[in-house]
């Protein structure tokens, strides 16, 4: 292991990989590797190239200030024959007010002998005496050069070639509903013209983000972003983020408002002692002398991606705020469900996600952020084991696929250093009733199991033709006017099949050039015996709303009428425009009074009434009536 200082530079060489950070600063100016000088673009500023930044702004309200994280304090925390840590600091001052994060940062890299790569972390801290501080992002990115990388992949079904930044220019594209979405109209590559390009469309969930990147053809070299824990990340293991995209860029993304809204950032006030470690994520560079298909290179990033996350937690990090192994605890225990009013018959929670997360009401680990989240997915026997859990006081969260609702245990779970705690038998009861009269939909938290419809040729994406996340394609929201120009959906129960004619996203409908209305969904059914002294019970879960409000209305189709119930204005996710098909789950359970009902044939009418924009709508997860209990 080398390392070497040199005016304003600091470099790290452990034969295999070099890496060059400015100094004070922190900044990635040059990765060395396999023959390449520089995998980063040389082209950019040496700030520009690698980097942690962040967005944040004082208080509710105010505007984003973007910040990159400029270390001013340089340290080497530790350098040996096996390992070398250097350390970038940033100390927080009130002379800085309003001007710089009222944090204490900390980013660390950290190379390790016999490696293809370098970890980097970083620690931040809030004193109890400072501002307030809303935190509306924070990242790493990686910006390499244009002209050697031009495949991506993220999945094994989600790689390709890709355009190029410069295509994206005016005069090689044309701009879209939204800046992040341009058509190519004059790609330097003639293949991609017509296609859309929107960082969004390579978006991933938590759980499926572990390793994305870049491959080079000359020479063959891979740089990819490995992930080996999500306990840092907000919003539990569905919650979807950026991960790659045209630049050629790659993330390792920690905190944002993507597909959740303001509500999941940490917001830290005056009076709070704030602080939390965030990574370390791994940038692993590989290659192959062949120059042969780049899935090669892929799979083997996979295999480093299941090596890294066997390590987790990492031995090595010096920092005292990295909880290793042993100082550490787990959790274990066994979900069952009981989904029926009238006996108690236990179902196994098959394949349940179940969690740790800061304490709160049920479900509220969606929008937790400050702490950190551990999650697992149970057996099919509905049994969990969460290990490497840090130190604290936490709450078990799980929801089971197939069931309505979150669990939440009782009481509050004491994690400790070495301690192990078996919970035993747990048991979520799913909010219920009565019996089910008639369902739509998989009550699983996404919209995909509905009808999506093909993308306008104009607008494709060719990655996402014939694949099952056909939702990624851009502008499928205007398709819904197209299929109802004249009248809104209407579904009717036991004729109506639900993935065919129930659209994926409930929006709004253009009328003329810039201006939309709301909508309005029937669904038709029939009930032969009304129960005149008993209470039913619509159950309607969401599985994404941007600034809507939803109002629900049994057989009377006036809007200009009071509703039977509205949800108020809700949601921020905006899982429409970026194809995410779903943001935030939502769950309101409606006691339907039986005078509001007929004997024969009744309808419910959904009225989506916010309509300013295209991108305004809701995506319904699953809709239950239930008869009296």
Not at 13 to 20: A, E, K, M, P, S
């Amino acid at each position: 292991m080398c390392l070497t200082e040199v005016d304003l530079q600091v470099v790290l060489d452990n034969g295999i990989v070099q890496l060059t950070l400015s100094k004070p600063g922190g900044f990635i100016t040059g990765v060395k590797y396999h023959g390449l000088d520089n995998v980063m673009e040389v082209k950019n500023r040496e700030d520009g190239r690698g980097y942690w930044d962040l967005v944040w702004n004082p208080s509710d309200g105010d505007s984003g200030i973007f910040q990159k994280i400029h270390g001013t304090e340089f340290d080497v925390v530790q350098q040996d024959a096996n390992q070398v840590e250097v350390s970038f600091k940033t100390q927080w001052d009130p002379s800085y007010r309003d001007k710089l994060v009222p944090l204490n940062m900390d980013k660390r890299f950290v190379m390790l002998g016999g490696s293809s790569g370098f970890y980097t972390y970083a620690v931040y801290e809030h004193l109890q005496d400072w501002p307030d501080c809303n935190l509306g992002e924070t990242r790493v990115a990686f910006k390499l050069r244009k002209d050697k990388f031009h495949y991506m992949a993220i999945a094994d079904n989600r790689q390709r070639i890709m355009p190029m930044p410069d295509d994206r220019e005016a005069g090689r594209s044309q701009k879209l509903d939204y800046s992040e979405a341009v058509r190519l109209t004059n790609p330097i590559n003639a293949a991609l013209r017509g296609e859309v390009d929107d960082k969004y469309q390579y978006s991933s969930e938590n759980k499926d983000s572990m390793v994305h990147g870049w491959i080079s053809s000359d020479p063959s070299v891979g740089f990819w972003v490995i992930t080996p824990s999500n306990e840092f990340k907000s919003g539990g293991p569905v919650r979807q983020d950026l991960t790659s995209h045209v630049g050629p860029t790659s993330l390792a993304t920690f905190v944002s408002s993507h597909y959740a809204g303001d509500d999941i950032l940490p917001r830290v006030t005056n009076g709070e002692y704030w602080k939390k470690v965030f990574g370390p994520v791994f940038i692993y560079l590989n290659s192959d002398s062949t120059e042969s298909d780049p899935k090669l290179l892929w799979e083997d990033a996979k295999k480093q991606a299941g090596v890294e996350e066997g390590s987790w937690p990492y031995k090595f990090p010096a920092s005292e705020d990295f909880q290793k192994s042993e100082q550490r605890g787990s959790v274990s225990g066994r979900l069952l469900v009981v989904d029926e009013p009238a006996n108690n018959d236990y179902v196994n929670g098959n394949a349940a996600f179940v969690g740790l997360a800061s304490p709160g009401e049920a479900g509220s680990w969606q929008k937790e952020s400050k702490g950190y989240q551990f999650w697992v997915r149970a057996d099919a026997k509905g049994m969990f084991f969460i290990k490497n859990v840090r130190t604290g006081v936490y709450n078990l969260y799980a929801w089971v696929p197939g069931f309505i609702g979150d669990y939440k245990s009782s009481v509050n779970i004491t994690v400790t250093s070495g301690n192990h705690i078996d919970l035993g038998n747990l048991v979520y009861r799913p909010p219920r009733d009565g019996p089910t009269l008639w369902e739509i939909g998989i009550p699983d938290r996404s919209a995909a199991e509905f009808f999506v419809p093909d993308p306008y040729p104009y607008y494709i994406n060719r990655l996402y033709v014939n694949h099952p996340d056909r939702f990624r394609q851009y502008g499928l929201w205007e398709r819904y006017a197209d299929l109802y120009p004249d009248q809104d959906l209407m579904y009717t129960v036991g004729v109506s099949d639900y993935k065919k004619d129930w659209f994926y996203a409930h929006v709004t409908r253009k009328n003329g050039q810039a201006s939309y209305q709301a909508t309005t969904w029937q669904i038709k059914f029939p009930l032969n015996n009304v129960h005149w002294s008993g209470t039913y019970k619509l159950r309607l879960a969401l599985a994404s709303a941007v600034l809507s409000e939803l109002q629900v209305r049994f057989n009377n189709p006036i809007v200009q009428q009071p509703a039977h119930f509205t949800t108020g204005l809700i949601g921020r996710d905006n899982s429409i425009a970026r194809h995410g098909i779903h943001g935030l789950y939502w769950l309101f359970s409606i006691d339907v009074d039986s005078s509001w009902l007929l004997e024969g044939d009744n309808i419910i009418f959904l009225t989506q009434t916010r309509s300013e924009t295209p991108f305004q709508g809701v995506m319904y997860d699953y809709i239950r009536l239930e008869s009296p209990a």
